[in-house]
Structures are given as C-alpha cells and as structure tokens.
C-alpha cells in the first residue's frame, strides 16, 4: 500500500490490568478503530485491532503499527519470504524460509533513501531482547514487516544516506 501519514489520536478508554483499549480516530473521518492489547505483564502481549467503518467511508486498505526496541537489539530472525526484500509486486520467486538478518544489513544504498528491507508472506518474527525474546506471530494470516534503524519519517525526509541521522532505535 502507498503511505499517507496521518497524525491519529488515541485516546485511553480502558485499562482493567489485562486489556488496554484506545480508540483510533483520524481528522475529518467518521470512522474510528480501536485497539486491544491483551496482556499478561512479562509473558504476551496480543494486539486486536478493530476498524469501524462510516456509511459511504471507504474501507481500511492497510493498517501499521511501529514498534521501537534498543540499537543494540539489532538481531532478528523470520519465518517468511526472505533472503532478500519482497513486495506485494515483487514476490514471486521468492523462497518461504527462516532466515537471520540484521537491522544495520537491511539498509540498501539507494541513491534516495526509501522503503526497503519489507518481508511479505511472514508467519513470525523473532527478536532477542537481553535475555528474553520479544515474538511476533501471525495468528489467522501472514504480514509483512521490515526492520530497520530507521522510521519512516527518517527516510522520507532524507534526499540522501549521508542525510540519515546516527541509528539510536531499530
């Protein structure tokens, strides 16, 4: 999907020591959404995401959530189509495997900073998190997700790599 960045406000409706429920709304649409996290302090976190449509709003095309973790937490191992980027566009031929990659080693040297390093068809994602390991799996269908030290507001404002800013997040 293309992006359009758009600033969401959340708003904490519940929060009864298991699940967590906001409420997504965006400026000038009638439609909202919610999100649900439901967790168990130090074991799983479970991320439902519900869209409620507006009569004669379009529907949702695609819908993201940035996770930020320590620079040093740069390893990470998927379950996907890899070795290299996949797109919607540009899957075919590529392998369903497990692979290790680095959040460093996913940045290409585009002559303009983009979009890169995306995995289509992912059934899980696993980062090593000190001694711990943070998991994301897909539980009714596969995603796509990329990993970078970047965000993207980082890469879009940058006309050049040297442009990009020392990594502090991934």
């Known amino acids: ?43 799983y976190l479970d991320i439902e995401i519900r869209y ?26 998927y379950y996907g189509y890899g070795q290299t980027d996949s797109y919607p566009d540009l899957s075919a031929g590529k392998v369903l495997g497990v692979y290790h990659s680095r959040a460093k080693d996913e940045v290409l040297p585009y002559a303009v900073p983009q979009e890169m390093g995306n995995k289509e068809n992912t059934r899980y994602v696993e980062i090593p998190f000190g001694k711990r390991k943070m998991i994301f799996e897909a539980l009714e269908r596969p995603f796509a997700f990329h990993y970078l030290p970047y965000d993207e507001f980082q890469l879009e404002d940058a006309k050049h790599l040297d442009e990009l800013p020392t990594p502090y997040e991934n």
């Open 52 to 77: 409620h449509g507006a009569k004669g709003m379009p529907s949702l095309p695609c819908f993201g959530i940035d996770f930020t973790f320590p620079r040093d937490c740069g390893d990470f191992s």
């Open 1 to 43: 999907c293309g992006h359009q960045f758009l600033t969401i406000e959340f708003i904490l409706e519940k929060d009864d020591g298991h699940t967590m429920t906001s409420r997504v709304s965006w400026p000038g649409v009638k439609a909202y959404g919610e999100i649900l996290y439901h967790y168990d302090l130090g074991n």
